[in-house]
């Protein structure tokens, strides 16, 4: 296992990074359409064809998940998306054409230090569509790229990050997330990351927890108050689940924010979780799918470590330090 989304078959991951507008585009495409729903917890949301997910919608499956910075200029990368998935013939069948689904979520990177004057049109819709394009199984990059290259922290640099994990029983879970907090990962003004529990071979380097809390490092800190954040991710499982299910994962994934973000779910995050299963391995009984529910929280938090850990700074003039310039020759 690579440790990486893409661990779960059927699935591919593509990146879009623009440096110099300090922004991006993340696309994970489905080989075939999976079971999907998702839970928006953050007060101050961005998303495409969301209320699709709810439980009691009539669509049960997607083609397509995007992550995009942007705020709402990025909504338009999902159409980008849309573009590649028709060409190859993908889609929802509605009489005689197909229609591909594509939810996406967007996340706020507009005051990151980025040139955003990109003119009439944004440039989100055709970074949609090179994510699309880029999309591959296999190793993918981490930290400053696709979505979370213009994501920032409290603290320190945001980024891409994922994690995965298998069950006793076999079943693979992974985990996506474009880690753009309000709050911060990492506690106090230190290097340990608040996910540090669930960590696993050293994948955001092993620093465990403080020996000891003081005040200062359970204070709340915030990035700024004119601004939005939004934490975006999802939970893929080759489990065979029910939509229900699937909104039920993306719950638990949710308790991975707030194991690994302090705080999360403020009313100026948009926090969403997208949770999707490929269907390729039943999933016997209850205990399995508990054990799943149990891995999507470990996994989300390990993710969201991950993204701060592998990210870089922009640059441009005043970016945010990332942890590797503080911290990457020190420990």
Not at 102 to 112: E, F, G, H, R, S
Not at 119 to 128: A, L, V
Not at 296 to 316: H, K, N
């Amino acid at each position: 296992m690579l440790n990486l989304l893409t661990d779960i078959e059927g699935v591919s991951v593509g990146n879009a990074t623009d440096l110099r507008v300090g922004s991006g585009v993340t696309a994970i495409v489905f080989d075939q359409p999976a079971t999907a729903s998702g839970v928006v917890l953050g007060g101050a949301p961005g998303g495409r064809d969301t209320a699709l997910l709810d439980p009691s919608m009539t669509v049960g499956e997607v083609d397509a998940l995007v992550f995009s910075g942007g705020s709402a200029f990025g909504l338009d990368a999902a159409g980008g998306v849309q573009s590649g998935l028709r060409e190859i013939g993908r889609g929802f069948p509605v009489g005689s054409t197909r229609v591909p689904i594509v939810p996406q979520a967007i996340l706020m990177d507009l005051l990151n230090g980025g040139d955003k004057e990109w003119g009439r049109h944004s440039p989100y819709r055709d970074m949609g569509y090179d994510a699309f394009k880029a999309a591959a199984k296999g190793v993918f990059a981490l930290g400053s790229v696709g979505a979370g290259t213009g994501a920032t922290t409290a603290t320190f640099k945001g980024g891409l990050g994922s994690a995965s994990a298998e069950t006793a029983s076999g079943h693979r879970i992974a985990a996506i997330v474009a880690v753009n907090a309000l709050g911060s990962a990492t506690v106090g003004e230190g290097p340990h990351f608040w996910s540090a529990p669930f960590e696993r071979n050293g994948e955001f380097g092993n620093l465990g927890l403080p020996a000891s809390f003081t005040d200062r490092d359970i204070a709340m800190r915030l990035k700024g108050m004119n601004t939005t954040a939004t934490t975006i991710g999802a939970i893929v499982t080759d489990a065979r689940l029910t939509k229900q299910q699937a909104h039920r994962l993306a719950v638990m994934a949710h308790d991975g924010f707030a194991r690994a973000l302090l705080p999360a779910h403020l009313p100026l995050d948009g926090d969403t979780v997208f949770a999707a299963a490929t269907g390729l391995k039943p999933c016997d009984g209850l205990p399995d799918f508990l054990e799943l529910c149990h891995l999507a929280t470990s996994v989300m938090a390990r993710a969201i470590a991950r993204g701060v850990y592998e990210a870089t700074t922009l640059p441009v003039e005043g970016a945010q330090p990332a942890w590797r310039d503080r911290y990457a020759n020190r420990l």
